[in-house]
């Protein structure tokens, strides 16, 4: 669509081409002014200059000994700095210097007592020779030749008509120079005033030739500049004139663009609204099959859970199942010795000691059956009652602690405080969790001992050897089984110096089926390695809604520690069986 143009605005002043047209005029203008400027200036201070080169030309040409003040400045430089000396020279450079100083005051004394009765002669304040580089025979600087004037100087405003002359009188033979300083006055008051009367009114003068013609210039420029405007003016007129017959051409055919534009935008609309469908309608589809494949893989890995977690519960009743047929097997032979030897006996001591150990082993039967029945039950379907878990504790030490003591060669201890610690639960279960953690723990030990002997046995000193082996053997293992209250919940950990583990076997140990666990590393017979002990765990925690975190470092030992929800409220707990 063609745009209306506005109407255009009044030209600015083109002050840049005005310059440009008026730069020549003005460089002439100013080289005039400038000659005339210097000019003046000159003139005014012709006086002056004129009386310096009359002190100075007086300073260079009086002969009081028929020599002038330079030749002796440089007769005496010539002294001084003369190669061949004699034995007279430092009487010689004395006596110089000496004339020299003579020679200042018959010339300045003249001036001093007939001050203002010698026509053109000034009033002389201070004559001074400074010598620069130059020493004396002993190497050290010349000290400076000079007169200074027992009249004081004039004060106030007379202060200002004081003048100083200083130049450097030329020296053949040495590299240093001589400088004549002389502070004088024009003891002539109505010369002076002339000279600035003089200078007044060349300044008179001068204002009053550029002041006119600087009024010439700025109005000649003015008139220049108004007429040019003038000019430009005339021109954007006729500018406007024209502007407005165009826009009165263009109003027909900006009209008829608006109408296409509106329509153009219409179909654009229409077609983005139709994308915008297409687009809704492509991700709704997108969102249905992204939905879907989540469900598949939602069910495919709740199929894999439910397929591991029936592999872990067959492979624990398998295990479990070996273990109870062996163990009764093994003790049906025991009850029938011990029933004979009951009949067969009539002390009743013994008869009573006999009885005692068969109850024993109906209690174990008893106990085996109900490890068989928890472990072959999913833990999804725990009988949940309120267990106390301090007895609980307290229960496992006592099952486990003389057989630890005897067989393990470790110290099994309980450190749980008197009060119950209530949790909700299945005492099945948590039962057997901790005393996979017991057994576990256990056969860390079981690895440290290995494992001091192995260190000892590559000791090469053979009494080294033999020490360490005594320790290896001397060496206990220790469970520590502790229970404390943190606040909501109840903690449970179970702490042992066994081997240890890395950071790789902490992050992968209650994985299924991971073990590192050797045959050879038990004690009497004990073999494991089927990786099943603390996954067992780690689900049955899981469904108590309990945390587990794992302490450890290799050869320092390792600490679970449990957090279990306390108890809603304090039911009778149910305490394990005795």
Not at 219 to 239: D, M, N, T
Not at 241 to 248: I, L, N
Not at 390 to 410: D, I, Y
Request: with cysteine.
């Amino acid at each position: 669509m063609t745009a209306v143009p506005p109407l255009p605005e009044a030209p600015p002043l083109a002050v840049g081409r005005y310059i440009g047209r008026l730069a020549p005029l003005a460089v002439l203008w100013a080289v005039l002014v400038g000659l005339l400027g210097w000019l003046l200036y000159t003139r005014a201070l012709w006086s002056e200059e004129s009386d310096r080169a009359n002190v100075r030309e007086w300073l260079d040409n009086t002969r009081i000994f028929r020599k002038t003040l330079a030749e002796l400045v440089r007769e005496y430089v010539e002294l001084l700095t003369a190669e061949s000396r004699g034995i007279d020279h430092a009487e010689r450079v004395t006596t110089k210097r000496a004339e020299i100083d003579e020679h200042l005051r018959a010339m300045v004394e003249p001036t001093r007592v007939y001050g203002g009765q010698l026509p053109l002669f000034p009033n002389l304040y201070f004559v001074e020779i400074e010598f620069a580089g130059i020493t004396d025979h002993d190497g050290n600087p010349v000290a400076p030749i000079g007169w200074t004037s027992p009249k004081p100087r004039p004060g106030g405003p007379a202060q200002q008509q004081l003048r100083t002359l200083e130049y450097q009188t030329p020296l053949t033979r040495t590299s240093g120079t001589a400088t004549i300083r002389c502070v004088y006055q024009l003891h002539s008051f109505n010369r002076i005033q002339k000279q600035q009367d003089e200078y007044r009114f060349w300044q008179m003068v001068a204002a009053a030739i550029l002041v006119p013609t600087m009024l010439i210039a700025v109005y000649l420029v003015g008139r220049f500049l108004r007429r040019e405007r003038l000019r430009e003016l005339e021109k954007w007129r006729a500018a406007v004139d024209a502007e407005h017959r165009q826009r009165e051409l263009l109003a027909a055919q900006v009209e008829r663009e608006l109408i296409e534009r509106h329509l153009l935008e219409t179909r654009v609309k229409q077609q983005e609204a139709e994308r915008a469908t297409e687009e809704l309608t492509r991700k709704l589809l997108e969102q249905e099959l992204e939905a879907a494949k989540l469900a598949n893989r939602a069910a495919a890995a709740e199929r894999s859970a439910l397929e591991m977690r029936s592999q872990l519960y067959a492979s624990i009743g398998i295990m479990a199942g070996s273990y109870a047929h062996n163990i009764k097997n093994l003790l049906v032979r025991p009850n029938d010795l011990i029933t004979r030897c009951m009949e067969a006996t009539r002390d009743l001591e013994q008869h009573h000691m006999l009885a005692e150990v068969k109850n024993t082993l109906a209690t174990v039967t008893e106990r085996l059956q109900q490890i068989l029945r928890t472990v072959r039950r999913d833990p999804t379907n725990a009988a949940i009652t309120s267990v106390d878990l301090n007895a609980l504790v307290r229960e496992t030490q006592h099952t486990w602690a003389e057989m630890g003591r005897e067989k393990w060669k470790l110290t099994l201890i309980a450190d749980v405080p008197p009060e119950p610690a209530v949790i909700i639960g299945d005492l099945s279960h948590l039962q057997q969790a901790i005393e996979n953690l017991v057994f576990n723990a256990r056969d860390a030990t079981f690895e440290m001992r290995n494992y001091l002997r192995d260190e000892a046995k590559r000791e090469v000193d053979p009494a080294v050897r033999k020490k360490k082996l005594l320790e290896a053997a001397a060496w206990r293992g220790e469970i520590r089984l502790i229970c404390r209250s943190d606040g909501d919940h109840i903690v449970l950990e179970v702490r042992d110096n066994g081997i240890g583990m890395t950071d790789e076997v902490r992050r992968n140990c209650l994985k299924t089926h991971f073990t590192t666990k050797r045959d050879n590393a038990l004690y009497e017979g004990y073999s494991a390695g089927m990786g099943l002990g603390l996954s067992f765990v780690a689900m049955v925690l899981e469904h108590h809604q309990a945390t587990l975190e794992i302490d450890s470092a290799p050869r320092h030992g390792t600490t679970f520690r449990v957090r279990f929800p306390r108890a809603p409220s304090n039911p009778p707990a149910q305490s394990p069986p005795s």
